[in-house]
């Protein structure tokens, strides 16, 4: 209907170009969205206040002139103008009743378009260091990238989902030295404990497997441990391994997988952080002081210069980052979108700065990033800090023992990535409207048991009968839901473009809340055959777009609740 209406306006737009009422040049974006009270029609546009000024016309008196150029319409019963000029259109029933033939054709597909025309793109997500549990914060970068990969799939793009893992430098030295600690007998309660040690109790489960000889298969390696409590790049080696298997089974506990592992290791062993270090010193962005090698990137928009290598001879974790990305971008990845957390923010700007001083064509602004803010999980109002396994914080683990995957994931994606984020274990646990996982999966359920509550009842579906049927579906409610159903492409297509999953759970909310509002006003299982498989119909419709949403979000669509 959306589609049809701009349609209207395009050819109105041309009559007014011939006629010399518009400029020949004038190519306005035509903007025409639902309207919130259906007493102003099913949907407005702004076109006449946007075109006044080249029109030359007091906009309300463009718009006069614009509806009376708008072809006529079958799928249009009226168009009205309003306030200073707005012009409001009421779909007819019987075309507006279409898209729940058109969600019923395209099925699993419908709102999946071919916009992205299979260019590659990347989305780094999670890339937790390998020491320790995934946390909270893990939880909802891997919801929230997993969800913008399906997004971007979708709506036609190739996506590639990349895991960087940091197996190199103080943090893994400190896991390796706290299991070696754990492996010789010491308690974190001792002198001898390493000062920056690894406390939680996972640290002696790595250490009992260690002794045993366990053999430790994760998705990138396979370890097999030595026992020998001396051997501390060995004890490295196997609780890199231990770890990144438990990060795999958090992560296929949640629903998500990767097709590629990147270590930061292999960085250095192929020499690519060197080749950055001199390609910078060859293009003249750096210099030399208090025997620390520096990189200009106040030329590239940084508040100060960076430290690339300590007068140690350490490199700043920032320079492997820069390495990093000039591999993604020789991988050929035109778009790259890092989703991680808020305390990365500073980051942005000096890696897009190095990546500027390399020279090599990458665009300014690239990669992309999705930053997300903190979580904060509650159990009876009161803040839940402590996982014993962990030792220090509440794990992806525990949520999903709690609530389950589906709460899990929905709660930690349905909300802006830059808002903080506060999980309510008690709310997530409920099975009551409050909840917004389960308002929308028993809206699915309830048509489910529609469907089942015809089977019984000998009136079986009747899709023929139905299709003939739609233009009977006129109350004001069944209005409110095909519209909904119709805007579901277009918040696909919208949420990807923004990098926003949540726009897709404030949808799902909103097309439940249409549903349920119609269920109860509107019975469906009346003795007239048409009304009755029409409306069965536009259930099937609302169950198919929510099933196809839900799966956007990779939480389940269940028939019984």
């Known amino acids: 209907m959306k589609d049809t209406i701009v349609s209207l306006l395009e050819n109105a737009l041309d009559t007014l170009k011939q006629q010399g009422v518009l400029p020949a040049d004038a190519a306005p974006t035509i903007k025409v969205d639902p309207t919130k009270d259906k007493a102003h029609g099913d949907y407005a546009t702004n076109l006449a206040l946007a075109l006044a000024k080249p029109a030359g016309k007091k906009p309300r008196e463009l718009a006069e002139t ?75 970068g891997a919801a929230i990238g997993d969800c913008l990969c399906r997004l971007l799939e979708a709506t036609g793009f190739d996506v590639t989902r990349e895991f960087y893992y940091n197996d190199a430098g103080a943090q893994i030295s400190n896991l390796a030295l706290s299991v070696q600690a754990r492996v010789k007998g010491i308690e974190p309660s001792s002198s001898a404990w390493p000062a920056d040690g690894y406390r939680g109790d996972y640290i002696v489960e790595v250490a009992k497997d260690y002794l045993a000889g366990a053999t430790v298969h994760a998705d990138d390696r396979h ?50 952080v060197e080749a950055v270090v001199d390609r910078l010193i060859a293009n003249g962005h750096t210099y030399e002081r208090e025997g ?60 897009r700065a190095g990546l500027q001083a390399l020279e090599t064509g990458i665009p300014e602004g690239w990669p992309d990033y999705v930053l997300h803010q903190m979580v904060m999980v509650t159990r009876s109002g009161v803040e839940v800090k402590l996982s014993k396994r962990a030792g220090s914080y509440v794990t992806v683990r525990d949520l999903i023992d709690e609530v389950g995957r ?8 349905a909300r802006r990535a830059d808002s903080q984020l506060t999980f309510d274990i008690d709310l997530a646990r409920s099975q009551s409207n409050d909840n917004p996982v389960y308002y929308v ?88 055959d048409e009304l009755r498989n ?28």
């Open 223 to 272: 370890v097999t441990a030595k026992g020998d409590p001396e051997d501390l790049e060995a004890i490295r080696e196997f609780a890199v391994a231990w770890l990144r298997r438990e990060q795999d089974l958090d992560l296929k506990a949640f629903g998500v997988e990767f097709d590629v592992y990147f270590l930061e290791s292999s960085l250095y062993e192929q020499g690519k």
């Open 406 to 413: 589906d709460a899990t994931r929905f709660f930690l994606a």
């Open 66 to 140: 614009l509806v009376a150029a708008l072809p006529e319409s079958a799928a249009v019963t009226r168009v009205e103008i309003a306030g200073p000029g707005f012009i409001n259109f009421f779909a007819a029933t019987d075309a507006a009743a279409q898209i729940v033939r058109q969600v019923l054709d395209s099925g699993d597909t419908f709102g999946r378009t071919l916009k992205g025309k299979g260019q590659k793109v990347q989305v780094e997500f999670v890339s937790a260091n390998p020491t320790g549990p995934l946390h909270v914060g893990h939880g909802r």
């Open 292 to 351: 620390a090698l520096w990189l200009r990137t106040t030329r590239f928009g940084d508040d100060k210069d960076r430290v690339m290598r300590k007068s140690d001879g350490g490199y700043t974790y920032f320079l492997p980052d820069v390495a990093y990305h000039l591999d993604k971008w020789q991988r050929g990845f035109g778009t790259v979108i890092n989703e991680q957390g808020a305390d990365h923010h500073s980051t942005v700007t000096r890696v």
């Open 534 to 561: 029409a409306r069965l119909a536009l259930g099937l419709a609302t169950r198919q777009v929510l099933r196809n949403g839900l799966d956007l979000m990779g939480v389940s669509a269940p028939e019984e609740m």
């Open 441 to 528: 999966q028993y809206a699915h359920a309830r048509v489910c048991s529609m469907l089942r509550r015809a089977e019984a009842d000998a009136l079986p579906f009747d899709h023929d009968l139905a299709m003939v049927s739609l233009a009977r579906l006129d109350a004001d409610q069944e209005k409110a839901l095909m519209n909904r159903l119709a805007r579901f492409p277009e918040v696909v297509e919208h949420a990807a473009a923004a990098r926003e999953p949540q726009q897709v759970a404030q949808y799902l909310l909103d097309l439940a809340a249409d549903f349920h509002s119609c269920y109860n006003a509107v019975k469906v299982m009346v003795e007239d």
